[in-house]
């Protein structure tokens, strides 16, 4: 049986590859500034990409080894403000990005096939296979990208979550 996360986790180290040279030409300064005061600043939005790589990576392990869970869905812009990115240096965050990023595709290369239908429940969401979750969680990252670097990323999944 083919693994269903090979894939996903191929598109992820790729993305990772591209996106960490575009990362590391933005600097300090420009990336602590927020848009407006009700948008997240640079840090924020990749601060914002550390804490779902968090999120998915317990989600990923967990789910595999036990079966079928129910995962809290999380307050991001709690998290955000209270983790205070903006006064965080850009490339220490890019390089636990890029790091934690490569980590969780070689998580997904690991995984058992048919982990892949495990059924997870997060927060108010409805109901999701491993497999989605996966998807979704590249896709995420790739939106957020986006926003940091311009429209470079295409989602071959959709952001659903």
Same mark, same amino acid.
């Given at each position: $049986? @083919?693994?269903?996360?090979?894939?996903?986790?191929?598109?992820?180290?790729? #993305?990772?590859?591209?996106?960490?040279?575009? &990362?590391?030409?933005?600097?300090?300064?420009?990336?602590?500034?927020?848009?407006?005061?009700?948008?997240?600043?640079?840090?924020?939005?990749?601060? *914002? &990409?550390?804490?779902?790589?968090?999120?998915? *990576? %317990?989600? !990923?392990?967990?789910?595999?080894?036990?079966?079928?869970?129910? !995962?809290?869905?999380?307050?991001?812009?709690?998290?955000?403000?209270? %983790?205070? !990115?903006?006064? $965080?240096?850009?490339? !220490?965050?890019?390089? &636990?990005?890029?790091?934690?990023?490569?980590?969780? +595709?070689?998580?997904?290369?690991? &995984?058992?096939?048919? +982990?892949? @239908?495990?059924?997870?429940?997060?927060?108010?969401?409805?109901?999701? @296979?491993?497999?989605?979750?996966? =998807?979704?969680?590249?896709? *995420?990252?790739?939106? *957020?990208?986006?926003?940091?670097?311009?429209? %470079?990323? =295409? #989602?071959?999944?959709?952001?659903? $979550?």
């Amino acid at each position: $049986m @083919t693994n269903p996360f090979s894939p996903i986790a191929s598109d992820l180290g790729r #993305t990772v590859a591209q996106a960490k040279p575009m &990362l590391a030409r933005l600097n300090n300064a420009d990336t602590s500034v927020r848009p407006s005061p009700k948008k997240w600043s640079k840090k924020e939005i990749l601060g *914002h &990409l550390l804490d779902s790589a968090a999120n998915n *990576h %317990q989600r !990923f392990v967990r789910a595999a080894l036990q079966g079928e869970l129910t !995962f809290p869905g999380y307050e991001q812009d709690k998290l955000v403000d209270l %983790q205070n !990115f903006r006064e $965080m240096d850009w490339d !220490f965050l890019v390089e &636990l990005w890029a790091s934690y990023n490569r980590f969780i +595709a070689h998580i997904l290369t690991v &995984l058992p096939a048919d +982990a892949a @239908t495990i059924t997870c429940h997060i927060g108010n969401n409805a109901p999701a @296979t491993l497999e989605f979750i996966a =998807e979704d969680y590249v896709a *995420h990252l790739k939106h *957020h990208l986006n926003q940091i670097v311009g429209k %470079q990323f =295409e #989602t071959n999944y959709g952001v659903k $979550m």
